[in-house]
């Protein structure tokens, strides 16, 4: 299963710009999942220290697991991976950046002051 988060606008309404947004990236899914992943993978090889590890060696592709996408009202959305082997993922997961349909950057978790949406209790 893979949630999709929707940020609303401070009056509790989904913003048109993100429902357009999330209507395309569902329709584009696994397609879009796919390459978030193997960008996860490409820059952990290329960057080993950008996701806590001490060389690429280490890098395991195959154990990413608790995906959800978290939208709001730009055009830049994230692929949460809740749970992967890398050390900087602890506690909160790791987010690759996503501006349309392609991905751009990776956000380490681990100093974030709040959980993301979909990894509380």
Known sequence: MLAVH???STDGRVPQQAADLATRIVA???GVLD????FLVATARADPQ???LDDAGAVVADVLDELSLVLDESDEWLVH???CPFPAADPYGIA?????????G???LE???TEPPGTGS
């Open 111 to 113: 100093d974030a002051e």
């Open 81 to 83: 991976v809740g749970e």
């Open 28 to 30: 584009a899914v696994p």
């Open 106 to 108: 990776l956000e380490v």
């Open 6 to 8: 929707l940020m609303t």
């Open 50 to 52: 950008a996701v806590g």
């Open 96 to 104: 690759v950046r996503m501006r349309g349909l392609r991905p751009v």
């Open 35 to 38: 390459d978030a992943l193997a």
